[in-house]
């Protein structure tokens, strides 16, 4: 694959059709701001030895990338590498951006932190880094996700957050960035936003897949350290899709890794339950750029399903839909059923417990491995870990804790 | 002559500054708002903005997001605004009208079909607020081949230099937003407005239009001392919003406001102690 592919997004923010800017104009100016002070510090060594020390000392990385043999063995086909995301600090791969764009927000003298969520996990992350640098901190979430995820509304408020239920619209995540956009408009003067995946405006899909590279970069180390060679596959799930991304894109110009975004089926793709904009959405304009959306026949963004809440997007990144549109990268979905198999396997025969978003790749990795090779190699990048969901898998078991 | 030039030049003859009151179409229910345009332009409404429900309305204040919920409810569509357009036009072919929201629908549509469909309604022009010109080439012109002015945005934070591009762009009017903010805010602030505008001329001959911010007769008449066109939507829409339950009191309720914008603006800068003789508040 040529590396016009790898080089995108073009200046003004597009992958081919997609992505671009599509905002009020009252934001053209900060995001301009923004994606010049990027490039500036991008390519500055003091940034990037401060980016590199806190990813070292306070996220924990270089994250494991651990050969799964047990589970490989059982499923009787390529070799399992599950890339550790969730032994990051908060437990998810959220931490890479926002310690990246905390520390943006630090260079360009901004006072107060705003972030969406939807699960809690990017909120989680933004008001831990927003904690450790003294600024003050205000998360939106949608309403239903306040009930649905009162461990992590905790967790935030513990770290000094504010969080703020959203009850406009569906009153979940998407009605969640609405509202930190109009937060946005109103303060933008000492005002950073912390979008949690490659969605948004330019130059946020570039920077947050910057933030998220780290991943692909080490993973391509360490699957050559234990391999001697590049995978055949990979596969992560895909939400806004930021973990998927961050491991996709510094293969992108190896042709001979296949690639695979699993999105969340929900009740089936087929259903109008379902969160899968890749697979079985359509193009439009959302949240600032212009990519694949679960919408109607009018142009309205319909409410989406996932027993995920963090793959609970009507919308997904604009560099994975023309990933899907030039055929560099596969789209798939996973159901609630199939995603929650595949979080007791893990769980049971590795003693791993992923979260609900990266058990729907796990599920889709159990497809494809005992179609493969036994000398050919697989990686799932683990996004995160699953102690937030153990109230949701309780529950459908009929179980309280 | 376009409706909007017209407009506006017959305006500058009498001296006078432009009232453009916004609603949403199908709130509370798609039945009101013909009759609703109707009442508007008999109180004193210069121009109409419709505005085309959205899911995901970015850039409004809870006024205009509830009234979005509202319409949506009754599946309120963009084919449908452009049917109480053409209604709307059966009886009056002068009031320019000017759509008002997102670009999803739009781009759902079809741009080449939107525009056909609206320039056949009569639509005078389009603003979608996601939408600035940077991305706005394809649709501009389809939209300027059918004579449909396209409505740029205008913000505090918007650069000398992109003013310029802005203004070279557009035709009909410009909007300034008076505020950094959603639709809606309180935090209006005249004089600032006044500078700006004053900037916005050195790169335009067209009307400006302000809006964001103006939620009574004496905003509306200190921005109409400073303005082309005073833009008025969420104290309208709270005017729809507190009726919804008895629709046949809008009208009633959205004419009493926009008269008393209009006698307002027509007196000219204030004078002390005006507000309180025409309207016995002590403003
Ligand atoms: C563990 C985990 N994985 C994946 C996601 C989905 O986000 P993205 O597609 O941006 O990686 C989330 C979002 O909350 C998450 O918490």
């Not at chain 1, 026949?297 to 027993?307: F, L, M, R, V, W």
Request: proline share 5%.
């Amino acid at each position: 694959m040529s590396s016009e592919v790898a080089d995108l997004p073009d200046a003004s923010g597009h992958f081919g059709v997609y992505g671009g800017r599509f905002v009020a104009e009252t934001l053209i100016e900060p995001l301009d701001e923004l994606t010049a002070a990027y490039e500036r510090l991008k390519n500055d060594a003091g940034f990037q030895a401060e980016l590199d020390r806190d990813l070292a000392d306070y996220v924990g990385r270089p994250s494991p990338l651990y050969f799964a043999e047990r589970w490989s063995n059982m499923l009787g086909g390529a070799k399992i590498y599950l890339k550790r995301e969730d032994l990051n600090h908060t437990g998810a791969h959220k931490v890479n951006n926002t310690i990246g764009q905390a520390l943006l927000a630090k260079h360009l003298g901004k006072t107060r932190i705003i972030a969406e969520t939807g699960a809690g996990q990017h909120g989680v992350a933004s008001a831990t880094v927003a904690a450790r640098l003294g600024l003050e901190c205000v998360v939106y979430m949608g309403a239903e996700d306040v009930k649905r995820q009162a461990l992590n509304v905790y967790r935030m408020k513990l770290l000094g957050a504010t969080v703020v239920p959203v009850e406009s619209g569906s009153k979940t995540l998407k009605d969640a960035l609405n509202e930190a956009m109009r937060d946005w408009v109103t303060n933008v003067d000492n005002t950073f936003y912390i979008i949690g995946t490659v969605a948004g405006p330019h130059p946020y899909p570039m920077l947050v897949r910057d933030f998220q590279a780290i991943i692909g970069r080490e993973a391509k180390q360490q699957i050559m350290a234990a391999e001697g060679r590049l995978p055949d596959a990979l596969i992560a799930c895909v939400g806004g899709g930021s973990n998927a991304i961050g491991l996709f894109h510094p293969f992108i110009e190896d042709s001979d890794v296949a690639m695979y975004g699993v999105e969340a089926a929900g009740d089936g793709i087929d259903t109008p339950r379902h969160a899968a904009p890749l697979c079985a959405g359509r193009p439009g304009v959302l949240h600032g750029n212009r990519t694949y959306l679960v919408e109607d026949d009018n142009g309205q963004i319909i409410e989406t399903h996932s027993i995920s809440a963090g793959l609970d997007y009507p919308g997904v990144g604009p560099e994975h839909a023309w990933l899907k549109d030039i055929g560099r990268a596969n789209y798939v979905a996973v159901n609630d059923d199939e995603a929650l198999k595949a979080f007791h396997d893990l769980t049971k025969i590795e003693g791993i417990m992923p979260a609900l978003e990266s058990s729907h790749a796990l599920a889709y990795a159990a497809k494809l491995a005992p179609t493969m090779r036994k000398d050919q190699t697989i990686i799932v990048n683990l996004s995160g870990r699953g102690d937030k969901d153990i109230h949701t898998v309780a529950g459908l078991e009929g179980i309280t804790v | 002559m376009s409706r909007i030039k017209a407009c506006f030049a017959a305006l500058k003859a009498e001296n006078k500054k432009a009232l453009i009151p916004f609603v949403t179409a199908g709130d509370p229910n798609p039945a009101v708002t013909v009759p609703l345009m109707h009442v508007m332009v008999e109180a004193g409404a210069d121009l109409l903005e419709l505005g085309v429900p959205f899911s995901d309305p970015m850039a409004e204040g809870p006024t205009i997001q509830k009234a979005c919920e509202r319409a949506l409810e009754h599946g309120t569509s963009l084919r449908d605004v452009l049917a109480m357009v053409s209604e709307f036009r059966h009886t009056n072919s002068t009031t320019p009208v000017i759509l008002m929201g997102y670009m999803n629908p739009v781009e759902i549509m079809g741009y080449q079909a939107f525009a056909t469909a609206a320039a056949e309604a009569g639509v005078d022009g389009l603003l979608t607020v996601d939408m600035p010109p940077e991305e706005a080439g394809a649709l501009v012109e389809v939209l300027k081949a059918v004579e449909i002015d396209p409505i740029f945005l205008l913000a505090p934070t918007t650069t000398d230099e992109r003013v310029a591009k802005i203004c070279a762009e557009a035709s009909g009017f410009v909007y300034y937003v008076s505020l950094k903010g959603v639709t809606g805010a309180a935090n209006l602030d005249v004089a600032a407005v006044d500078a700006k505008l004053a900037q916005i001329r050195r790169h335009t001959e067209l009307p400006i239009g302000v809006g964001f911010g103006i939620r009574d007769a004496e905003t509306a008449q200190r921005v109409a001392a400073v303005a082309d066109a005073v833009v008025v939507g969420s104290a309208v829409v709270n005017r729809v919003a507190e009726n919804a339950e008895s629709p046949e009191k809008i009208n009633e309720a959205v004419a009493t406001l926009l008269c008393e914008m209009r006698v307002a603006m027509d007196a000219g800068p204030p004078k002390v102690g005006w507000f309180a003789k025409l309207f016995g508040t002590g403003k």
